[in-house]
């Protein structure tokens, strides 16, 4: 799948012919085999390994054993009618330890995936980046030493060299905000580190690492192939219409928009940001020419989307815990003093997440208007419910089923008001790993039992098959 071979938002009654149904997961998440054929630890490994991070003690050791199990997933992809997959490649097993010759058997594993996928006629789109740095290169500092994004380069160019010719859409980096905010700000993610100016600092790296990629990409890749990087931009509503909680959500857009936007598309960081941060950091750890190489052009944005984010001018009379859906004593946000993170209206799924699907319409209009004519993709959308089988060995899901559809609503009334939204990969295609969250919280449209490593399609994979297959949701 290219971004040339997307159509244009011409309707044909539903979505627009030729949009691109898929699914998505993450190689920590769902592969296992996590010593197996020359990987080494990432910063998950060590970080699942220390007492008390994640919920159960849980790591992704095993996780869904799609490193076994990969052509049985491939198959129930090609049931469902997915047109396109969107994993991510594991660091660690193609570089083990961030440095030096690539791992032919890790390489080999990947190989065998894309045949796979082209054999069922479904395309590949590749994430270089969804967290798993190589615990050797966090030793070094991780994302707050400027080498990793020069190693992260390199690591591009040689799985790009090997699967470039049948990969036609890569992705640098997967939610760089998750990886510097949660990872080095809050520390509720790998590495763990709680440092605002540290989470700022790995933050430009990745950056600086997502455009030094971007070129590598553009040298080994045959023309034609398509480069995009994936945020998860935040859909920043004010409490009130008063100035105090109108300058809280300017503040939290900041960090949560512009400070990707900007230095991507406009080569520079928002001046308010630098201002909100200056008892911080004075920004030194971004050098002359680094702006140009973060904003070399792509060819597509990728949006992940889940929930809304409301904000207002804290009450110091009126204390209230945060409530930005991301859990942890201390708050991702640098420099978040005197705002108040609030809860949206409307149900919430098993991860306390209101339900809001205007928030994703909002998102993709407003990136239709600030990068006119630049394709975009929702790459993430799902939700996690309490999914059980019930004794006949069927997953009814009918929260997930709501959830999707009012989301594909807002998809579709986005692209029929003229943003150029090109595809959708559902998030995600099986239970996984969820982070911190161990394996409590599913998000998968097919049910993972681990003990057993048995699939189960929920009702709301065949509901997915049936819009795949008519290209417009049931009334």
């Not at 080095?184 to 600092?201: E, I, K, M, N, Q």
């Not at 300058?247 to 928009?257: E, K, S, T, Y």
């Not at 020419?289 to 889940?306: H, M």
Request: charged share 20%.
């Amino acid at each position: 799948m290219t971004v040339d071979a997307l159509p244009s938002p011409v309707r044909a009654g539903g979505f627009p012919a030729g949009f691109v149904w898929g699914a998505a997961t993450a190689a920590y998440q769902i592969e296992g085999a996590a010593a197996l054929d020359g990987r080494t630890p990432s910063v998950w490994d060590t970080f699942s390994r220390t007492a008390g991070k994640v919920r159960n003690g849980d790591t992704g050791d095993i996780a869904a054993d799609h490193y076994h199990r990969y052509r049985e997933d491939v198959a129930l992809m090609a049931q469902l009618g997915l047109g396109a997959y969107r994993f991510s490649l594991a660091w660690p097993r193609i570089r083990p330890g961030g440095r030096g010759p690539a791992n032919r058997a890790g390489l080999d594993f990947y190989d065998r995936l894309v045949d796979e996928l082209l054999a069922h006629g479904i395309a590949p789109v590749a994430t270089l980046y969804h967290w798993d740095l190589p615990q050797e290169l966090e030793d070094d500092g991780g994302w707050t030493n400027r080498d990793t994004a020069y190693r992260f380069a390199e690591y591009a160019a040689l799985a790009a060299e090997r699967l470039g010719d049948r990969i036609a859409t890569w992705t640098t980096l997967n939610e760089p905000w998750c990886n510097a905010f949660l990872g080095y700000g809050s520390g509720v993610h790998a590495p763990g580190r709680t440092d605002p100016v540290a989470a700022l600092t790995a933050h430009h790296h990745l950056l600086l690492a997502h455009g030094l990629g971007t070129a590598a990409l553009r040298d080994a890749l045959p023309a034609g192939a398509e480069v995009s990087l994936t945020l998860n931009l935040a859909a920043v509503r004010p409490l009130t219409t008063g100035p105090a909680d109108l300058d809280a959500a300017r503040r939290i857009d900041g960090l949560a928009n512009r400070i990707f936007l900007d230095p991507v598309f406009h080569g520079r960081y928002p001046a308010d940001v630098l201002a909100d941060t200056a008892h911080l950091t004075d920004w030194s750890f971004v050098r002359a020419g680094d702006l140009a190489e973060i904003s070399r052009p792509i060819d597509s944005l990728g949006i992940n989307y889940y929930t809304p984010t409301v904000v207002a001018a804290d009450d110091p009379a009126d204390p209230a815990p945060r409530q930005d859906g991301h859990a942890g004593e201390l708050s991702p946000w640098p420099a978040d003093e005197g705002v108040r993170f609030l809860p949206a209206e409307g149900s919430r799924t098993a991860m306390g997440w209101p339900v809001d699907a205007d928030g994703l319409y909002e998102l993709l209009t407003r990136l239709r208007d600030d990068l006119p004519g630049l394709p975009l993709l929702v790459t993430e959308n799902g939700a996690a419910y309490e999914d059980y089988t019930d004794p006949s060995g069927a997953v009814h899901d009918p929260e997930r089923v709501a959830y999707l559809h009012g989301h594909l609503a807002a998809v579709r009334r986005a692209v029929t008001d003229g943003a150029p939204v090109r595809g959708y990969f559902l998030w995600s295609l099986l239970d996984n790993f969820e982070w911190a969250y161990g394996y409590s919280k599913r998000f998968g449209i097919v049910h993972v039992d681990f003990a057993s490593q048995r699939r189960t399609p929920k009702d709301s994979a065949r509901w997915y098959a049936e819009v795949i297959r008519t290209g417009d949701l049931p009334h």
